[in-house]
Structures are given as structure tokens and as C-alpha cells.
């Protein structure tokens, strides 16, 4: 075993060994909640959960010996980290032996592992679960076909995070347009010498963050990726326009840090919570490592935050999350069902997002999944206000694409968005894309 997946193992353990010393709340002796069963049916069975490496599930695996005590299962989490998990779940997918009973994964994942994820919506129908408490975007991100195969529970928003005491000491108002954007840029590259404007990521990595914002822009302005036929639509006048823009932001208005060529999603938040630029779009949960002691050189009152700017007078946000689903290949469906149905129920979600002791162990965590608790005050006060920041953005959010074949065409697209911000011809490059990709979906019959 190597020492990461020791080190992984030993972490697994004593976080288990802590979350024994739980104090149950009153109604775990009671009636049991959340539509789970009652008489233990499934006493004594064990399952085991596949997840990302996140503070948000190190707090719900603590608090998993509630479950354990009012049905007798048991929970064993393996964590993953997310640059390794995507082939994890692929050859988990691949094994078909069951060995994990529940799995979490990207959204963008779905459609490539649909075939051995077990359908919910039959589950969902007899035990009365009300998909309306969570943003339509969170629940479409589980979904594929018609089909939920995956309940939300690490789900996010896209938001614009900036320097609030730069844009004070510079007189900037917090920027509603990506035109202010380009204007607060300029300032700061005019009077901070210290610090770079924005932090962009458009390095290709891999995992296709790089197309996360310019997504946002090619929708804001009408465009779309593909067509009612799933033919590439990226090279529509508005979409085009779009991408010129999003390249521009570090090619022609060079107000993006010069290392944003070379920076993937971590690089970037990294570079604002190191102090090193100042405006960063990112998903919601950058505000905890970005007040976290531990992960940040800022303090909570030099991060500001604000809703995705528009673009052409009008904010598409993108929408994700990371979905727990239910192996077709388990032996212990039923059990997993009721862990599923207690991981994702609205006061669990509540409570993590609130309680910053856990079983001894600190959790700090800005993510929910439901309605209520984007509008909790209680939620909202110990999150300074992020959570209710993001409702805007998810009235109208959207998700990714769900097709099979776009890992393939997601990588052909994040190859020409980093090869334009090198200094390539982006139209020749999106048209280049765009002709690849036509030949994988017609391969596909699409068209």
C-alpha cells in the first residue's frame, strides 16, 4: 500500500473513532425521521462510500453514528482525491463487483457511468421525497435521460470573489458587469503594483475547469454549445463573440494574472488566498479556505463577494454538483437507500453548514443543497452571507452538458481555450474544435 493511501486510511480511521463519541440528538430514540424505516430491517449491514476528499463530507461521515444508531447500518467512507477520483469511478464502474455501494462524483461524469447507476426516481416516488427543495440546477446535475440517478449533496454556484479592502482603498464598488471588471482591473493594475487583478484559469488540465467561466459568457450572450441535433453550436457569431472576450480579459485588456496561461482551478484560488490577485471567480465554497487561518493569508473583512457579473446585460451562472448515487452492482440497495435518504435530508444539511465542531474535529463549510437552507438565518449568519448571495444565481443557473461523449468533446473544447489565451487565433481554433467534435457526435449518431 502506498503511504498516500495509508496516510488516507489512517485519517478514514480516526475520524470514524471520533464520530463514535457523538452526542445523539433526542429524536435518533424516537420515531425515526426522514422517511427512514423502522424495526431496523437492515440491521447489521455495512456499507461502504466512495466520495471526494471535502471538509462537507468529513462532517457528515462524524455525524453518520446517528444513522448507525436509529437503523443499525453501518457507513464506511473511502476518500478520494477529486483529481484522482474521476478514473476511480470509472473503474469502479468497470468492476461491476459491488465492492462500493454508494459513489460521489462530478456531475460532468454522469453520462459516460449512467449505465451502472441504479435509477432513483421509483425510491424517490414511494417514500414521498419532494425534489423541489433543491434548486432545479442541483437536481438536473444528478440526472441524466429522464432519469435521477444521483441525490445533490456537494452542489455550487458560480460567484466573483474580490479584495474588498483593495476595491475600498481604490474607491471601486463591487463589480456587477464584466465591464466593471475590466474597469476595477485597470485601477488595480494602475495603482497596486503588488498585487495582479484577476486570477483566470486556462490552463487544460484535464478535468475542463478552464471552460467553466467562458461557459458562462457564451450563455449570457445566446449562445449555446450544440444545437437541437447535438451539433456543435459554439461557433455561432454570439458564442464566438463570447469566447474573444473571455480570452481577451488577459490577451487584449491584460488585467488576468500573467500565470493564469498556466494556472488550473487551484492555481487560481490559490493565488487570491495567497494575496496574489485580486478578483477571482470561483465556486462558493472558496469562501471558507479563503477566511480559513489555515488555508489563507486574509482576514474575513478583506473578502468580497458578489453574484456571477453579466455579461451583455445579462448572468448566466454556471450550476454543479457532486451527486451520491447508488451502485446497480450493490448487494445492499436497500440499506444504501437509507443512507441516502438521511445524507441528504434538509436539517442534516443545516447543521453542517452551521456546527463548526464535529466530533472534536473542526469543519468549515459554506455548502448546501436546499432551498431552506440557502435562506436559513441561522446558516447564513455563520457563512457571512453566501449562501443567500447564491440564490440569484441559481434561479437561472445551468449545468453542463449531458452527453456521453463529452469528456471527449469538453477536452477539445479546454484545448483551444488554452491554446487561444497562448496567443492563438480563437476562431480559427473553435472552428478547428468544433470540426473534431462533429466527427466523434456524428460517429455517435447524433446526426
Known sequence: MSQTATTGLRRREALLAASAALALPAWAQ????????SGKPYNGQKLRILAAVAPQFDGLMLRSQEFTTMTGIEAQWDFVPFTALQDKIAAVGVAA????????????????????LLRLDPLIKRDGMDL????????EAGSFGGNVLGLPLRS???????RADVFKELGLAPPKTWDDVIAAGKAIRAKRKD??????????DGTRVNLQHWLQMVWSNGGQLFDAKNRPAW??????????????LHTKEKIANPASTTFGQEEARLSFQQGKSAMLPMWWWQYSPSVSPKDSVLKPEQVGFTSVPTYKGKA??????????????SKKQDAAWE????????????RNAIERQVAGKTIQNNVVNHWTSLKDSEVNKANAGVPLAGVSGLESAAVQPKLREWPEVGDMLAAAIERGAAGGDVRKLMTSAAESASKVLKRAGYF
Not at 30 to 37: E, F, T, Y
Not at 156 to 162: R, T
Not at 195 to 204: K, S, T, V
Open 156 to 162: 455550487h454556484v458560480q460567484m466573483f470573489f474580490y
Open 339 to 350: 443512507y441516502l435518504k438521511w445524507l441528504s435530508n434538509p436539517d442534516l444539511d443545516r
Open 97 to 116: 463487483d459491488g465492492m462500493y455501494d454508494i459513489v460521489n462524483y462530478s456531475d460532468t461524469w454522469l453520462a459516460p457511468n449512467e449505465y451502472w
Open 132 to 139: 423541489g427543495r433543491y434548486p432545479k440546477a442541483f437536481v
Open 195 to 204: 498585487i495582479e487583478p484577476l486570477a483566470l484559469n486556462y490552463r487544460n
Open 235 to 248: 461557433t455561432s457569431e454570439a458564442a464566438l463573440q463570447a469566447t474573444e472576450f473571455y480570452i481577451g
Open 30 to 37: 424516537q420515531a425515526l425521521p426522514h422517511g427512514l424505516r
Open 316 to 329: 448566466v451562472a454556471l450550476a454543479t454538483s457532486m451527486p451520491f448515487s447508488i451502485s446497480k452492482h
